[in-house]
């Protein structure tokens, strides 16, 4: 089931349904579950059924808080304890006392502040120029379509098949030394957001979407007199909110959590992104120190997680396309 | 009857407002068009053209490159360690396909038969995924420390002797699966997890009602009702994971003795520490070929799919 590749379970996936979970809760009161699965709702019925229900349940949620959150725990209560406390074996399960200070050194002493601000600049400025870029080239190739717009648009996605990794050291080369121009990219925000818009995926998504718009409500604008330009501003744009959401969501965390690019083309300290700053940095970090700014360094793209999981799972669904 | 009889109309040439009004939709869409396409130039198109060329050449970046044929291809295979990388890389991917690719089926099939706690067990799973795969190498390289590390404190609670992890030939390899799999989990347990959620009940009933066990009901009824979606996961996580380079980047630096080298690795090395940016495309262009097998493979499958 590659939900990308049909539209409608996208769109449905994207758009939010918040009447759903109602009529769930009411069905369940009666005869049971409106759709079965593996496991017959009969057999969970008997005593024999309903135990090794809980006994599963039991331990599925246990074993899943032990492998996920559990390192996570670690992790925050790890970069409270002195390096000594850390050192100790056994390790104490709960810091001894809670010294928040060491966050702050960890701000402090790996000028996180830069690296944070930096991450947001290179996050904020690739979501822009992402949105610009594909939303215009979708638009052009759905709505208006020119000339050898198919094969553009085939060109974008083949894109899609040769995997990053083996383009690294060209795409370096040019961002080193763009043809023609001859601007060199390195240190500059420009490696990070030019590369980022350039994004076959998120195209693809969105002239999917932008097909789904009935053609007749551009085409009443148009006799209207609207210019291509305000028909995408004021009619197709505000339909288009969910994709727009979760292309959004994509492309900034996709940067943020991004770690090779920036290593090769932010080499300066004061430019470097957050998780190669403190990569780079580790080293010379004592080990509570470089604990704590993992933990500052994780709490955004967490944070983005518990504001709009909605969003973010409709769009690994959608991403299953992705290579 | 009056329409065949009717002469057929002359085949006129657009009127000239129609052609000029279809050169200016054309200027227009190419407008909106102009950004992706630099952009596509630039940083996509070209870099694959110059992948191919930069595999051929020898350049020092200050005098003109030099076509030198093979010659980087002979560099790269004289070197001990391009047989490790390729090795490497395979136990990599096939490591983490036994574990990677076959756990989060099973624990989507699992968590989809579960009444409750459905929410915080999809969050749970997801988590490690929002994490920035930096932080959680660094994470497990600090779970790994032979001394005070998690790992061997947690063997050490069941009477376990401790392992040396990343320090040792044997488990150093092991040792970056399992980050790479906690990291990566949650993606293809959801995915599978929704695939899970279209097959039909009334499947599963006829199948009970015919003597199916459990097991056999996730044999003939789960697994081929996913058969799609499993080919295609088995595909991308191929290609996902044959590119390993952050996990050997940050916690072994390709060692002990080459057992984590992978290609990507390599190629890294060739060029940003000996500067032989030749070599480093050479073993690029190796890189793409092979995954670029998987690629079309995987193409032919979500097409087929798609129709």
């Known amino acids: 089931m590659t939900t990308t590749l049909n539209p409608p379970p996208l769109l449905e996936a994207t758009t939010p349904t918040p009447a759903r979970r109602g009529t769930r809760k009411k069905k369940d009161k009666g005869r049971g579950y409106e759709t079965r699965s593996l496991v017959s709702p009969m057999s969970l019925q008997t005593w024999h059924g309903k135990l090794v229900y809980w006994t599963i349940l039991v331990v599925v949620v246990i074993g899943f808080t032990l492998a996920f959150v559990f390192p996570l725990y670690w992790m925050v209560t790890g970069a409270l304890k002195s390096p000594e406390e850390l050192a100790q074996i056994p390790p104490s399960f709960f810091p001894k006392h809670f010294d928040f200070g060491v966050y702050a050194d960890a701000w402090d002493q790996l000028q996180l502040g830069v690296f944070l601000k930096n991450t947001a600049l290179y996050a904020g400025g690739a979501w822009l120029f992402t949105l610009a870029v594909d939303v215009t080239a979708a638009y052009a190739l759905s709505k208006l379509r020119p000339f050898f717009g198919k094969l553009i648009l085939g060109l974008m996605l083949a894109t899609l098949m040769i995997p990053p990794m083996v383009l690294l050291l060209p795409t370096y080369l040019v961002a080193k030394d763009v043809p023609l121009f001859h601007f060199d990219l390195l240190n500059t925000p420009w490696a990070i957001w030019l590369p980022a818009a350039a994004n076959g995926f998120f195209i693809f998504l969105l002239k999917r979407f932008f097909d789904s718009i009935p053609r007749e409500l551009l085409e009443a604008a148009e006799i209207d007199g609207a210019s291509p330009m305000r028909i995408l501003w004021s009619i197709v744009l505000p339909v288009s909110r969910p994709i727009l959401g979760v292309v959004s969501i994509l492309s900034v965390v996709t940067v943020w959590k991004d770690f090779v690019w920036p290593l090769l083309v932010l080499p300066e300290t004061d430019k470097m992104s957050i998780s190669v700053g403190i990569a780079s940095l580790s080293a010379q970090m004592p080990q509570n120190v470089l604990i704590a700014s993992l933990v500052i360094a994780s709490l955004p793209t967490i944070l983005v997680f518990f504001v709009f999981q909605r969003s973010i799972m409709a769009g690994l669904t959608a991403g299953s396309l992705k290579g | 009857m009056a329409v065949l009889t009717a002469k057929p109309p002359v085949r006129r040439s657009l009127p000239q407002g129609a052609a000029r009004r279809a050169v200016g939709r054309n200027l227009t869409a190419y407008g909106f068009l102009c950004g992706a396409l630099i952009c596509f130039a630039f940083f996509s198109?070209?870099?694959?053209?110059?992948?191919?060329?930069?595999?051929?050449?020898?350049?020092?970046?200050?005098?003109?490159a030099q076509w030198v044929g093979f010659d980087n291809f002979r560099t790269v295979f004289a070197d001990s360690a391009f047989r490790s990388a390729w090795l490497n890389t395979a136990a990599f991917s096939g490591l983490a396909l036994v574990v990677g690719y076959a756990v989060p089926f099973v624990l989507a099939v699992v968590l989809n038969e579960l009444r409750h706690a459905k929410a915080y067990l999809r969050f749970v799973v997801y988590l490690p995924v929002m994490l920035p795969p930096a932080v959680g190498v660094l994470l497990f390289k600090w779970f790994y420390d032979p001394g005070?590390?998690?790992?061997?404190?947690i063997l050490d609670g069941f009477g376990i002797p401790p392992l040396?992890?990343?320090?040792?030939?044997?488990?150093?390899?092991?040792?970056?699966?399992?980050?790479?799999?906690?990291?990566?989990?949650?993606?293809?347990?959801?995915?599978?997890?929704?695939?899970?959620?279209?097959?039909?009940?009334?499947?599963?009933?006829?199948?009970?009602?015919?003597?199916?066990?459990?097991?056999?009901?996730?044999?003939?009824?789960?697994?081929?009702?996913?058969?799609?979606?499993?080919l295609v996961m088995l595909l991308l996580q191929v290609v996902a994971t044959m590119q390993v380079f952050i996990e050997p980047y940050l916690l072994t630096g390709g060692g002990p003795e080459n057992a984590t080298v992978t290609v990507a690795y390599l190629m890294y090395q060739y060029a940003f520490n000996f500067g032989d940016f030749g070599g480093g495309g050479a073993l690029g262009l190796m890189l793409m070929v092979v995954l670029m097998v998987f690629s079309a493979i995987y193409l032919r499958v979500s097409r087929d799919n798609q129709s």
Do not use: C
Not at chain 2, 55 to 62: A, P
Not at chain 2, 148 to 153: D, I, M, R, S, V
């Open chain 2, 164 to 230: 040396s992890w990343l320090d040792s030939t044997s488990t150093a390899l092991i040792s970056l699966v399992i980050v790479s799999t906690w990291m990566n989990l949650g993606t293809g347990t959801l995915i599978y997890l929704a695939a899970l959620q279209s097959i039909p009940g009334e499947l599963y009933e006829s199948a009970e009602l015919d003597g199916a066990g459990l097991f056999r009901r996730v044999w003939h009824v789960t697994v081929p009702q996913t058969k799609l979606i499993l």
């Open chain 2, 45 to 64: 198109w070209y870099p694959m053209i110059r992948e191919i060329i930069l595999s051929f050449q020898s350049t020092n970046f200050v005098d003109p």
């Open chain 2, 148 to 153: 005070a590390g998690l790992f061997n404190q």
